[in-house]
C-alpha cells in the first residue's frame, strides 16, 4: 500500500512542486559525477562493510536500520563473499543533486559506488533491506525490586529483541533471501518483499526543501480569551466557570502549561499532583513542578516508564524531577497509567479549594502544536475529590471501585460507555457520536451495531484502526465512519450521547475504545457539564462531520475513499479561523 501510494500519489505530487526522485539508472554523466564526489566526500568516510565468512560471524542489525546486502566475488579465486553495509542513521535518506531539486535514494548511489568499499572485488549483486525486532519490554513488574532499574535493563535487551519483519527489494536473489532468513532466524510469513523504495520514512527529510508555495500557511496558536489578561490568576478565572481548551488551536504553554505554572508559583497553592506520560526534552511542565518542589511544595508525579519509545526520557525526567524534591512514582503493577490530569490544591480563606486539568494529549509542549487534542480546566470540586481519590490508589495501595464523576478504566469505563450506548438504543431516536483515535474492542463494537439495528443513528469520526464495519444491511446501516487527515494530528477523544431535546451527555479523555485502554490501563474519562465547554465540543464535532477536504469514509467492505465534496469545509482550516475569532483576529493577522 505504502508503495502504491508513493507511485501513484506522493511522487506526482511533489514533481508538481518542483520535487523529484530520480532513479541512479536515469541520471546522466554530469549527475553521476557529482553524485561520486558526494559519495566520496560524504558518505565513504562512514560507511563500514562488513564481511561474513569463518573469521567474520554475521554482524548485528539493529532494529529499522537500513543495510545493503552485497555479493562480492574475488577475480583471483573467483570465490563469491557475502557483506554487509549499513546505512547509518545520520546519513541522509536522499541524496540532493545539484539543483537542489532531485534527489536520490542514498542506497542507490551507495550501490553504484560499491567498489570503492570492495577494491580489487567484483560486485555480483547488492540489495537494501531492513529488519523490524520486537520492541515490547517484558518486565515483571510484581518480581522487580526497582521497576526503573528493571526498565533500564529491558532497554538494553530491546536493542536485541527477535527479528519480526524483514523487508527486502522483490527482485532479492532467493540465494541472498535465504543467506538473511538463515542467519536473522525468521520464516516466510515474516517477509515482506516491497516493489518500490524501502524506508519511506525518510521522506521527512524533504520537508526541509525551500518551497514556500507548498508549505502551510504559518498559524500561530491562539490565547484563550479568557486568559488573556495576565492580571488575573487563571484560579480566579476558573472560578468564574469551566474552561475547555483546544490544541494547537488554543496556545498549549498559554493555557495548560500557564496553568501549572501559575500553581508552581503561587504562594497560596499548597500541592500539585500530575501524570505524566510523553514529555518533551526541555519541558516547561517538569521545570515548574520541580520549582514547585524546591519551593516547598508538596508535589507528587507519576511518570510511566513504560511509555512506548519514550522510556529512556522518561526514565532522565524521573531522575531529574526526584533531585529536585518532586516524589516521583511510576504507577501500579501490571496497569499502564495513560491518564493525562492534573490536580492543584490551594489555601483560600482557610480552606482548600481544588482545581484541576483533565485532557485527552500528553502535557508536552511540542507535540501540542501538531496533535489535535481537548482538555478541560476546572473548579469543580467534585472532579477535585475525584481526582484526590483517583491520585492516592495511583500512590497508596487503595482499590477505589467507584469514583463521583470521572469514569475510570478499568474499574468502571467500560460498563459507563456501554451503558450510555444502550441507554440511546432504548429510545426513539437516539444519536451517539464517538471521536477516537481507535475503535477496536468487540464488546463495544457489538454494543454498537444492537444499538444501530434498534434505530440509533451513529457517527463514527476515527482516526486510525477500526474494527467496525459500517453500512453493512441488518447490522450497521445507521452507522458512518470517517476519517479526518491533515495538517494535524486527530487526537482527541470526544464521546458523545443523546439529543437537543433531552440533552447531551459529553465525555473526554485520554482512553480509545481499544481492550489496553479499558482494561489494562489506568484511564479517566470525565463528563463535560459547562455549557460554553459543551457549545466548543459540539462545534469541534460538527465541524469534523462536515468536512469534505480532509475526510475519508469508510465502506461496508472495509476500504477508504475520499467523501465528495459539499460543503467547502476542511476541519483545520475551519478551526483555525474560529479560533482567531474567538481572540478577535482575522486571518491575515499575524497571532
Excluded at 567474520?56 to 539493529?62: A, C, K, L, M, Q
Excluded at 485527552?360 to 477535585?384: H, K, S
Aim: aromatic fraction near 6%; charge should be negative; hydrophobic fraction near 40%.
Amino acid at each position: 500500500m505504502q508503495s502504491q501510494l508513493m507511485k501513484r500519489s506522493l511522487r506526482p505530487t511533489l514533481e508538481a512542486t518542483g520535487i523529484s526522485i530520480v532513479l541512479w539508472k536515469r541520471l546522466d554523466g554530469d549527475d553521476r559525477a557529482a553524485m561520486y564526489q558526494v559519495f566520496k566526500d560524504k558518505l565513504f568516510p562512514v560507511l563500514t562493510p562488513l564481511a561474513v565468512d569463518p573469521a567474520h560471524p554475521f554482524p548485528y542489525i539493529s532494529n529499522l536500520s537500513f543495510n545493503l546486502a552485497v555479493l562480492v566475488r574475488d577475480p583471483e579465486t573467483d570465490a563469491s563473499r557475502f557483506a554487509r553495509v549499513k546505512v547509518p542513521r545520520t546519513l541522509p535518506r536522499f541524496v540532493a543533486l545539484p539543483d537542489g531539486e532531485r534527489f536520490v535514494p542514498i542506497e542507490q548511489v551507495i550501490g553504484a559506488n560499491l567498489s570503492e568499499l570492495f577494491p580489487g572485488m567484483q560486485i555480483v549483486e547488492r540489495h537494501p533491506f531492513r529488519v523490524t525486532r520486537n520492541a515490547d519490554l517484558e518486565v515483571e513488574e510484581d518480581e522487580a525490586e526497582d521497576l526503573l532499574e528493571a526498565i533500564e535493563s529491558e532497554l538494553v535487551r530491546r536493542r536485541f529483541g527477535r527479528v519480526v519483519r524483514l523487508e527486502v527489494e522483490r527482485n532479492i536473489s532467493p540465494a541472498i533471501l535465504d543467506l538473511l532468513k538463515r542467519e536473522l532466524n525468521i520464516e516466510d510469513a515474516q517477509v515482506y518483499p516491497i516493489s518500490g523504495l524501502l524506508g519511506l520514512g525518510g521522506l521527512w527529510a524533504l520537508q526541509g526543501v525551500d518551497l514556500p508555495d507548498s508549505r502551510y500557511e504559518v498559524f500561530t496558536p491562539t490565547i484563550p480569551p479568557r486568559l488573556a489578561d495576565r492580571e488575573e490568576s487563571i484560579f480566579d478565572v476558573l472560578k468564574q466557570g469551566d474552561l475547555l481548551v483546544h490544541h494547537p488551536y488554543d496556545s498549549f504553554m498559554a493555557s495548560t502549561a500557564e496553568f501549572i505554572r501559575q500553581a508552581a508559583k503561587d504562594p497560596d497553592v499548597l500541592a500539585i499532583k500530575q501524570t505524566l506520560y510523553r514529555i518533551s526534552a526541555g519541558s516547561p511542565v517538569a521545570h515548574s513542578l520541580m520549582e514547585a518542589a524546591e519551593d516547598g511544595k508538596q508535589v507528587v508525579v507519576l511518570v510511566e516508564l513504560k511509555a512506548r519509545f519514550d522510556e529512556k526520557r522518561n526514565i532522565e525526567w524521573a531522575r531529574s524531577l526526584e533531585e529536585a524534591g518532586v516524589h516521583v512514582v511510576y504507577g501500579m503493577v501490571g496497569l499502564k497509567t495513560h491518564t493525562k490530569v492534573t490536580l492543584v490544591i490551594r489555601n483560600e480563606s482557610d480552606s482548600l479549594v481544588r482545581y484541576a486539568h483533565i485532557g485527552t494529549g500528553n502535557y508536552n509542549d511540542r507535540t501540542a502544536r501538531l496533535y489535535e487534542d481537548v482538555g478541560i480546566l476546572t473548579a469543580d470540586q467534585e472532579l477535585g475529590a475525584d481526582l484526590g481519590d483517583l491520585f492516592n490508589a495511583l500512590t497508596g495501595y487503595g482499590r477505589q471501585k467507584s469514583y463521583r464523576k470521572l469514569a475510570v478504566a478499568p474499574v468502571e469505563l467500560r460498563a459507563r460507555i456501554t451503558e450510555l450506548i444502550r441507554r440511546e438504543a432504548e429510545v426513539e431516536g437516539g444519536h451517539i457520536v464517538m471521536k477516537m483515535n481507535s475503535l477496536v474492542d468487540r464488546s463495544i463494537i457489538d454494543a454498537l451495531y444492537e444499538a444501530s439495528q434498534a434505530g440509533t443513528r451513529i457517527d463514527l469520526i476515527v482516526r486510525g484502526i477500526c474494527c467496525l464495519r459500517p453500512g453493512v444491511p441488518g447490522l450497521s446501516d445507521n452507522i458512518t465512519v470517517r476519517s479526518i487527515l491533515g495538517r494535524y494530528l486527530e487526537h482527541s477523544r470526544i464521546y458523545r450521547f443523546g439529543r437537543p431535546e433531552r440533552g447531551f451527555v459529553y465525555l473526554i479523555g485520554s482512553a480509545d475504545m481499544m481492550p489496553r485502554n479499558l482494561d489494562r490501563r489506568i484511564e479517566a474519562v470525565t463528563p463535560v457539564e459547562d455549557e460554553a465547554s459543551q457549545e466548543r465540543l459540539e462545534e469541534i464535532l460538527d465541524i469534523n462531520r462536515a468536512d469534505d477536504h480532509l475526510a475519508w469514509e469508510l465502506g461496508p467492505d472495509g476500504g477508504w475513499s475520499r467523501r465528495a465534496a459539499k460543503n467547502d469545509v476542511d476541519t483545520h482550516l475551519a478551526l483555525q479561523e474560529r479560533a482567531r475569532q474567538r481572540a478577535g483576529l482575522s486571518m491575515d493577522t499575524d497571532a
